[in-house]
């Protein structure tokens, strides 16, 4: 079974949601988004969520799962990549100021899909994740494909029945 995870970007997209679920896919959003979005709207169902891995300062107790060294170290390249290296190492989640904030939260969303070893990762954040060779770069370096929710429709499609 091909197991997607949808970024906080996709959350009004009911019907993809439907569409993915009823070609037998798994879908699930992480516990990134269900944060971000806390209060804001009511969000598209999915038949599951994927725990982030925690981080101090930026993640809720009992909404995340403790990192393992290399978890750590693969966190700290992706947010090297999302970030174009505009984090600083070691630097406390409460000091980063919001932008940074946001792509420590990218980072983290696409960690979890990453550990939970899930095939696609589905955003629209195109910044964060494709443009200027980081879609290549991060697909290599976590061994999963990034689609954007219009080439996500176009796979969807033309998957058998």
Same mark, same amino acid.
């Not at 598209?44 to 925690?54: I, M």
């Not at 992706?78 to 000091?95: A, H, I, K």
């Not at 792509?103 to 979890?112: E, G, P, T, V």
């Given at each position: 079974?091909?197991?997607?995870?949808?970024?906080?970007?996709?959350?009004?997209?009911?019907?993809?949601?439907?569409?993915?679920?009823?070609?037998?896919?798994?879908?699930?959003?992480?516990?990134?988004?269900?944060?971000?979005?806390?209060?804001?709207?009511?969000?598209?169902?999915?038949?599951?969520?994927?725990?982030?891995?925690?981080?101090?300062?930026?993640?809720?107790?009992?909404?995340?799962?403790?990192?393992?060294?290399?978890?750590?170290?693969?966190?700290?390249?992706?947010?090297?990549?999302?970030?174009?290296?505009?984090?600083?190492?070691?630097?406390?989640?409460?000091?980063?100021?919001?932008?940074?904030?946001?792509?420590?939260?990218?980072? &983290?969303?696409?960690?979890?899909?990453?550990?939970?070893?899930?095939?696609?990762?589905?955003?629209?954040?195109?910044?964060?994740?494709?443009?200027?060779?980081?879609?290549? &770069?991060?697909?290599?370096?976590?061994?999963?494909?990034?689609?954007?929710?219009?080439?996500?429709?176009?796979?969807?499609?033309?998957?058998?029945?």
């Amino acid at each position: 079974m091909v197991s997607v995870t949808l970024d906080t970007n996709l959350y009004n997209h009911r019907s993809l949601v439907e569409r993915a679920v009823a070609r037998g896919l798994s879908v699930a959003f992480t516990s990134v988004s269900d944060r971000e979005l806390a209060n804001a709207y009511q969000p598209v169902p999915a038949p599951r969520d994927v725990l982030e891995t925690g981080v101090f300062g930026e993640s809720e107790w009992g909404r995340a799962v403790w990192a393992s060294d290399s978890d750590g170290e693969v966190l700290e390249q992706v947010l090297r990549v999302v970030s174009s290296g505009s984090v600083p190492r070691n630097c406390e989640p409460g000091e980063l100021p919001a932008g940074l904030r946001n792509h420590l939260r990218d980072a &983290i969303a696409l960690c979890a899909h990453f550990r939970e070893r899930r095939d696609i990762f589905v955003s629209d954040d195109t910044k964060a994740f494709v443009s200027h060779g980081r879609r290549e &770069i991060l697909e290599a370096l976590l061994g999963t494909r990034i689609m954007s929710t219009a080439e996500f429709s176009e796979w969807l499609e033309n998957q058998p029945s």
